[in-house]
């Protein structure tokens, strides 16, 4: 472990990391060169060969998505990026296009490059002013050095890139709200088929990909496929539909930790080792009681699936949704579970964005039942209640038309399977954490 | 032929047809509820009340199930699909909808405009569950009496299909509506200061399922479990929309659009909706009367009529040319020919012309553009021409006249005393005469007027003959594009008043009662443009005069 060179945060802290003409000290812009001499197919093979799956969340096959493109399509074809960074306790995007937001860019251009895409699109959340800044220099620097613009390089190869800010929602950031938002209208998630490969943005074929992602393209094109490769974890044998889990990855840790931050390790590290080697452990010399292993909307890990390795199939095998954002959240064992679950319940009949009745209907009802009970009035049946509400939502089941039903599903399922004694100890006890009048203003 | 296997019965699609798994279990009998889905609107499939299992059967028989739910109306279906929409799993999953649909629910349904017709009533009864689980309070949501003219919201009755929204975006164009806030706080509103007022904003309210949008015109008027519904065209315009007459105890209380992709497809236009209050005003004539020198005679319809088939009887010694029939493109093809047959019966030279032809401007196209111009596809049109018959009157007189008369022309040979004798057919709920045309009539030796409404004609008629509004008769009216349809009675006129065709029938001293249908198998054996009518019963969606031209011989001439 002590061996492993940070990649894709090497820059962060330098002075001046947001420059150009840093960036170029430190060999930047050479990965685009060299994918310029490649042919557009062969970068996407590239890709494909260091297994690389998307950061965003849902850790999709990045080579594989792109060859879902039409062929030999006239265009325009559009890379729109996904840096919303909307799942709560994830930041790696945010540190990536802050302090480097040129190794994006570069990411960005190769990328379209392979792609045959003449236009980026990067959609920023709108609370995020310093990357906003920083990137939006970045992008006037590359024109000035015609990095974009018309025939870089003189090869014929034109790229723009455009830097768009969102109004804030979490929904923003499923890929197909993502569109609708960048084309002007509520973000309401597109049903699928057709997918935005075959029919994005303005109905035309478009990838979807995620900042930390783009990071890892340019990484890729730099050091090759097989170095990426060479960290990780590969396929699960005994799941088939594991693509392994390969290269390094942004790891958030927030929560009751003595030392939050975001750190660079190679995939499947586990929740306990990022606690206690990288978070300076649980803050007070307290115990973890759960951890949240990548974004709320992916579960909980109780205090004895600590140990779960943090790649893209470990959390599933403990039973939550998935690795998702990689950002722990841990929580200490002095908190109560009943409040963690009505925040998170919060936070979904918040931010679903309405369109579906079980979304947006359960997400809301589960908040009201969870404020019951910290009103004092919950009963036992309330949560088998929870319980099937959440089961009935999702694209999972088919009932939702995106997974953020299933992400408001999962954390609930979870608490009520891994904590449900310390539910029903509060239930019967009557215990209230919140005075009934603040219940109900949380709720309305 | 394609097949697709529903609940285990196999059904045939055609081999270019698209369909969904809601079109497709339709055909198979069976009904997989919905609500968001409207085949003239996008599929949003959003509200998930369709949710149903799709599979696929291969061709070694065997059957392949996807795992998850699938929302039928976003399902296309093709040869092998296999759709099963009644197994536990569906069932729940409709049951776990409802549920949410009515969590936040009012169900004021006994004070709801809505209840008897409901989707959310319906589907309550018969997927759902008998109670709600929630112990919480309900969203509360502020009722919108702003929404339009004609429309008002309930808002806390909505179940977000936004069908409305949808159809304000695709068919009118104009985009009033739209969602506003998030998730359960969601609600439907207008764009601020822009009312749903455009001239179609009326079918939000037949789109709505529930009882959230309401029409202010029917609001608490009836229970629509009352109201008695007959087919028929409505007579704004000659697009012919395919419409129902809602009536009870002989009120109409509204009208609504009844599908038919022949004619104008799913909708109807506020102008046709909300136009026919003049068949229920004071303004109706409902005395039948013969008049001499500012006297009355009689008010009896036998001795009336009697008097009159004398009267126009006896014209026959006069000069050629002098007696003129005026048949208004109001009329049915039905009475016209009632009427021009009679004229020429009783007097071979008598003169036929057709009645005002009523335009306004020009055909309104839809959906508009964000400056108000039309956009293609066009889905809907409100035509200029605002009667609903013309084509078949004239079809009717092309047969019988010698010579094309157009209405001003009558007037101009009244005035100069040429015409002595003039028989009006009316029916424009606008008029067909001013002040000023009428002061001409007075040279008239004798003036019959049939008409719907008191006019400055009537009152200077020797006779005046009280008809019936559209929704009080039987008979047909072709369309625009040739479409004849039949319309129906769907209600009795006020008292004196009698169905044209009827009042006719007995001026013309036929035997037996007026009869709709076997008139039009007589008109489709004398004249050959409306041979399609040989079917007497023209059905749901009527017939095509065109396509029947097309396969029987032209009319020679
Ligand atoms: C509710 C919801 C929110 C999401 N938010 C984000 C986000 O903020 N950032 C992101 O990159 N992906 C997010 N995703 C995942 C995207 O839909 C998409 O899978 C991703 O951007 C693809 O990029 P990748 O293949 O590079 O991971 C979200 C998905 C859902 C369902
Ligand atoms: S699942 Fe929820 S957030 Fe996603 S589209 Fe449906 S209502 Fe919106
Ligand atoms: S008002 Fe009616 S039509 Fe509009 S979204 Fe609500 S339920 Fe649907
Ligand atoms: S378009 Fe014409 S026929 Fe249709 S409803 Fe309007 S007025 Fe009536
Ligand atoms: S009818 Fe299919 S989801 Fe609404």
């Known amino acids: 472990m002590s061996t492993f060179e940070p990649t894709l945060l090497a820059r962060i802290n330098k002075p001046d990391s947001q420059s150009l003409e840093t960036y170029r000290r430190d060999g930047g812009y050479e990965g685009f060169k060299k994918a310029l001499g490649m042919a557009p197919v062969d970068v996407i093979n590239q890709v494909k060969d260091s297994g690389l799956r998307g950061r965003g969340g849902a850790g999709f096959p990045t080579g594989l998505k792109w060859t879902f493109l039409p062929k030999d399509h006239p265009g325009p074809i559009y890379l729109a990026i996904n840096a919303d960074e909307s799942e709560p306790a994830t930041f790696n995007n945010r540190i990536l296009m802050e302090q480097d937001p040129h190794q994006v860019l570069e990411g960005i251009a190769i990328s379209c490059y392979a792609i045959k895409s003449k236009k980026a699109y990067i959609y920023l959340r709108y609370e995020y002013g310093r990357s906003y800044r920083a990137l939006k220099k970045a992008i006037e620097e590359c024109y000035a050095a015609g990095l974009f613009g018309q025939n870089i390089h003189g090869t014929g190869f034109d790229l723009d890139v455009v830097l768009h800010r969102g109004a804030a929602a979490y929904i923003c950031g499923e890929e197909t709200g993502l569109i609708e938002s960048l084309e002007g209208k509520r973000a309401w998630p597109r049903i699928k088929p057709p997918f935005p490969a075959i029919e994005g943005l303005f109905r035309k ?27 990780g974890v590969p396929p699960d044998p005994s799941n088939p539909r594991d693509a392994g889990s390969y290269g390094p990855k942004l790891y958030c840790i927030s929560g009751h930790v003595n030392k939050p931050g975001c750190v660079e390790l190679p995939m499947g590290i586990t929740a306990r080792q990022l606690i206690d080697e990288h978070g300076g452990g649980v803050w007070k010399g307290r115990n973890a009681k759960a951890v949240v292993p990548g974004g709320i909307s992916m579960g909980f890990l109780s205090a004895s699936e600590l140990d779960t390795p943090l790649d893209f199939n470990g959390p599933g095998k403990v039973g939550c949704l998935g690795l998702g954002t990689a950002a722990i959240t841990v929580i200490d064992d002095h908190t109560s579970m009943v409040d963690v679950l009505f925040n998170c319940a919060r936070f979904f009949a918040h931010e679903s964005c309405g369109q579906c009745t079980p979304c947006r209907e359960g997400t809301a009802w589960m908040h009201k039942i969870l404020a019951r009970i910290r009103m004092g009035e919950g009963q036992s049946r309330d949560l088998d209640l929870l319980n099937e509400v959440a089961s009935s939502m999702g694209i999972i089941p088919g009932t939702t038309i995106c997974g953020l039903s299933d992400g408001a599903a999962w954390p609930i399922k979870n608490a009520i399977k891994k904590f449900r004694s310390e539910f029903e100890e509060y239930i019967q006890t009557g215990r209230k954490t919140v005075k009934p009048s603040d219940a109900l203003m949380e709720v309305h | ?40 609107l996008s599929v949003v499939a959003s509200c998930r009340m369709c949710l149903v299992e799709v599979g696929e059967k291969k061709p070694d028989g065997t059957i392949a199930m996807q795992p998850k739910l699938s929302p039928g109306c976003q399902t296309p279906v093709k040869d092998g699909t296999v759709i099963v929409s009644n197994s536990e799993k569906v069932l729940a999953a409709q049951k776990a909808t409802l549920e949410y649909l009515l969590l936040n629910h009012p169900l004021d349904c006994p004070v709801c405009d809505q209840a008897g017709e409901c989707g959310l009533q319906d589907y309550s009864y018969k997927y759902g569950r008998g109670y709600s689980r929630l112990q919480e309070p309900k969203n509360i949501k502020p009722d919108k009496d702003y929404i339009g003219d004609q429309i008002t919201l309930f ?8 069908r409305c929204v949808r159809f304000t975006r695709e068919i009118s164009g104009t985009a009033e509506m739209q969602v506003i806030s998030r998730g359960t706080h969601e609600e439907i509103d207008i764009f601020p200061g822009e ?12 789109l709505c399922p529930v009882g959230a949008l309401c029409s202010k015109d029917f609001l608490y008027q009836q229970r629509v479990w009352w ?27 509204r009208l609504k659009p009844r599908e038919n992709p022949q004619a104008q497809g799913s909708f109807m236009c506020d102008e046709g909706r909300f136009g026919w209050k003049y068949a229920q005003s004071d303004r109706r004539l409902t005395s039948p009367e013969q008049r001499t020198g500012g006297q009355t005679v009689s008010r009896d319809w036998d001795v009336v009529l009697s008097s009159l088939s004398t009267t126009l009887a006896d014209l026959s010694d006069r000069k050629p040319g002098t007696f003129v029939v005026t048949i208004s493109p109001w009329a049915t093809v039905e009475e016209a020919y009632l009427l021009a047959k009679f004229a020429k019966d009783v007097n071979p030279n008598a003169r ?3 009645g005002p032809v009523r335009t306004v401007g020009e055909d309104d196209l839809y959906p508009k553009d964000i400056h108000g111009k039309p956009s293609l596809p066009t889905r809907f049109t409100i035509r200029a021409e605002k009667c609903p018959n013309r084509r078949g009157v004239e079809a009717v007189l092309n047969h019988f006249r010698e010579e094309v008369i157009p209405f001003t022309t009558v007037l101009h040979e009244v005035e100069n005393g040429s015409v002595e004798t003039l028989f009006v057919l009316g029916g424009d709920p606008e008029g067909w005469i001013g002040d000023a045309d009428a002061a001409k009539l007075d040279k008239l030796k004798l003036l019959i007027v049939q008409d719907l409404l008191a006019s400055a004609a009537s009152s200077k008629a020797h006779f005046v003959l009280p008809g019936a509004a559209w929704a009080e008769k039987d008979g047909t009216f072709v369309n625009h594009n040739g479409l004849a349809q039949a319309i129906h009675r769907g209600l009795r006129g006020p008292e004196g008043s009698r169905p044209d065709g009827r009042i006719l029938f007995e001026l013309a001293g036929r035997s037996g009662l007026f009869h709709a249908a076997s008139l039009r198998q007589e008109i489709a054996s004398q004249i050959p443009e409306l041979a399609a009518l040989s079917v007497g019963d023209l059905g749901e969606f009527g017939v095509s005069l065109t396509s029947a031209a097309k396969t029987e011989p032209q009319p020679v001439g």
Not at chain 2, 199 to 206: H, I, P, Q, R, Y
Request: aromatic share 4%.
């Open chain 2, 227 to 253: 109201l008695k519904s007959k087919n028929s065209v409505c007579p704004g315009c000659s697009t012919g929309c395919s419409i129902t007459v809602d009536q009870n105890e002989d009120v109409l209380y």
């Open chain 2, 155 to 162: 808002t806390d009755r909505c179940i977000m299909c936004t």
């Open chain 2, 1 to 40: 032929m394609p097949t697709v296997i529903v609940n285990n019965k196999p059904v045939e699609i055609g081999p270019s047809e698209k369909l969904n798994c809601i079109q497709a279990a339709e055909r198979a009998g069976d009904t997989i509820p919905s609500y968001c889905w409207h085949h003239d």
């Open chain 2, 195 to 206: 009312p749903c007022n455009n001239k179609l904003a009326g079918n939000v309210v037949d």
């Open chain 1, 205 to 231: 074929p478009t990838i979807v990909n995620n900042i930390e992602t783009m990071a890892c393209v340019k990484q890729i094109l730099d050091r090759g496929a097989d170095w990426f490769k060479s960290m």
């Open chain 2, 352 to 354: 036929l012309a057709l």
